[in-house]
């Protein structure tokens, strides 16, 4: 409630919307649920007419961010579109810069503090990335794997809400505010439109506070786990584990997008057989091994229903 004695406002109204009484604040146990978040940040944003909630020296009015959004919207893919929000809000808030890079496959959003954020800053430097998050998923309407959140401040009493707010590694007292995630996904056209805007922004807030199911780099995801480490995916439970997913709910989203275990598996083993069968003159009991299975003679079973031919043969005739 620290916006409301900034401005030197009753919050009771924006409380009462959210079924929050005043007393249960006062114990820091305590947690809202992310209705009761919703509803408490909406009406006190209106109340107060500053999207920001008193994290910046100068307000936020009303409808600031759905701006932004709309500014970003027309972006061919998502790369372009976290750049001009990044780059727009620096044109309306001088407090903090946003700033999004690439190094190699990993992308980063990084916030650099210009002032003095005061008893708002954890507030203000977490909504932010979510806020940021939120909008990306949004955009692409996929999941957007998380690979690390790192904050400049020492942890918290309520760290393990940041466990739901970034279901990855988390660390404090790290440099600056941050999130970083698989590049590949800024590469993703936007799949919304002024249509589909303009109903988001009738209920925004969730965005927020909710993690979004699906992910449209999963089969990209499976395939690399499967080359990188062969030998612990056996199983759809093995995968799903290393995935940080259920194996019901793995072979449901890879269904969605048209694939299925089975044959990702099918194709990054053969690939890496013939690969290795081509270029190396290691036995085939050691292949089998490398490219996952359990024994060699269910890899010379796959191998010859993949080409037509018995992995010996494959490599006597360099692949034709």
Known sequence: MEAYEKCGKDPSQALHCAQIKPDFLKISEHRISALQMERVSGAAMQELDDEGLGWFSRRLPWGSYGMLARASISAPNLGVALQRW?????????????????????????????????????????????????????????????????????????????????????????GAASISFDAHYLALPLRRDESALQLMLTRALPLTVLQYRRDRLLVQRVRQALIAQPTDTHSAEDLATLLAMSSRTLHRQLKEEGASLQSLKDEVRRLRAQELLLRTERPIKQLAQATGFKNEKSFIRAFRGWTGLTPADYRRKGGF
């Open 86 to 174: 990044c780059r727009h809000h620096g044109l309306i808030v001088d407090d903090i810069s946003l700033k999004l890079t690439t190094t190699g496959d990993q992308a980063k959003l990084t916030i650099t503090e210009n002032a003095d954020l005061k008893a708002l800053r954890e507030f203000c430097l977490v909504s932010v990335l979510r806020n940021f998050h939120g909008l990306a998923c949004w955009l692409i309407d996929s999941r957007m794997v998380l690979q690390g959140a790192q904050f400049p401040f020492p942890a918290p009493e309520h760290q393990d809400v940041y466990s739901v707010l970034f279901p990855c590694p988390t660390v404090f007292e790290m």
